[in-house]
């Protein structure tokens, strides 16, 4: 899952169409999210995940190499590369495990965590200062992760620690990517996350289990893969069209339709501490994002 977009973009903003491609990959994302926790209850998740990274290969090949061909897999740092999508591929399986242990839409609350965790390490590997106001923001949302993971089911405690446990590493590979995009463009780094991914949860079948899946459920793997992928698509499209003070507010519409997937499929009805909870995460996470956006406006002309 992507995180919310830190810097303006240059170029005529069309701000609607902005918003629609947000919010399409919004829905797309959490359709893939409910698909994986579906899946996961019967197949490992390096499994789910293999799959999900072909569909989303194939989908991001389609879309990328008509445009590009092979040229957008020219870079001097392989290495690079390499070492963001494994830590990605960590992040995703800590992710995908924690949906099978605990309710979707807390899940995806906790990982609206992840930007505390980028300002972190960006501050530690790319010599960022935090500030007080960014600081103060950091450690309101993480109160807010606190709520969300309190409540004293042992089961929604252990889901809770894969949850927090991947924030903490999508935060590092946000980290990574900034110093990446200084020199690869957004196809190039889409292009090896996905091949890498493929590779990387491919391996991961051989430790964690293969399920010969049904021809039927073949389907649905795959479906998975193209939801992420179309969902990756559609966020970077909506990052070309607008600015991110005006794209912030609808990329947490994830949380809303992680909460009505998890009541229609599941059951789950959320608890006070959970809106609580996800009320604050997304409350500090649209400061850091005014914030930041506030700090990359220049002054007006004299």
């Known amino acids: 899952m992507s995180t919310p977009p830190h810097a303006p973009r240059p170029g005529l903003d069309h701000v609607p169409l902005g918003i629609f491609y947000m919010l399409t990959a919004t829905l797309l994302f959490s359709g893939s999210f409910a698909l994986s926790k579906w899946l996961v209850a019967d197949y490992s998740f390096a499994e789910v995940l293999f799959f999900r ?115 903490v590493t999508y935060g590092s590979v946000t980290a990574a990517v900034r110093g990446l995009t200084a020199t690869e463009s957004t196809e190039t780094l889409t292009m090896y996350q996905m091949i890498c991914l493929t590779v990387f949860f491919g391996l991961g079948m051989g430790l964690f289990g293969f399920t010969m899946p049904t021809p039927g459920t073949v389907g649905v793997l795959l479906i998975n893969g193209a939801f992420n992928g179309a969902g990756q698509y559609a966020w970077t499209k909506s990052l070309s069209l607008a600015p991110p003070a005006a794209l912030g507010p609808f990329y947490y519409f994830s949380l809303v339709w992680a909460l009505l997937l998890g009541f229609l499929f599941w059951g789950d009805v959320p608890s006070l501490t959970l809106l609580a909870g996800s009320a604050v995460v997304v409350g500090s996470g649209l400061f850091l994002l005014w914030h930041e956006s506030a700090r990359k406006t220049p002054p007006p002309a004299d």
């Not at 879309?63 to 290495?79: D, W």
């Open 53 to 167: 990274a072909v569909g989303s290969l194939a989908v991001c090949a389609l879309l990328v190499l008509p445009r590009t061909g092979l040229a957008v897999f020219r870079t001097q740092r392989l290495a690079a590369h390499i070492g963001r999508n494994v830590t990605q591929g960590t992040s995703q399986a800590l992710f995908v495990v924690a949906l099978g242990l605990m309710p979707l839409a807390g899940v995806v609350a906790i990982n609206f965590a992840a930007p505390i965790f980028a300002a972190l390490f960006a501050a530690l590997y790319l010599h960022e200062k935090i500030g007080r106001a960014r600081g103060t923001a950091l450690l309101i949302g993480f109160i807010g992760v606190l709520l969300v993971a309190s409540p004293g089911a042992d089961m929604f405690r252990a889901g809770a620690f894969f949850a927090i446990a991947n924030a």
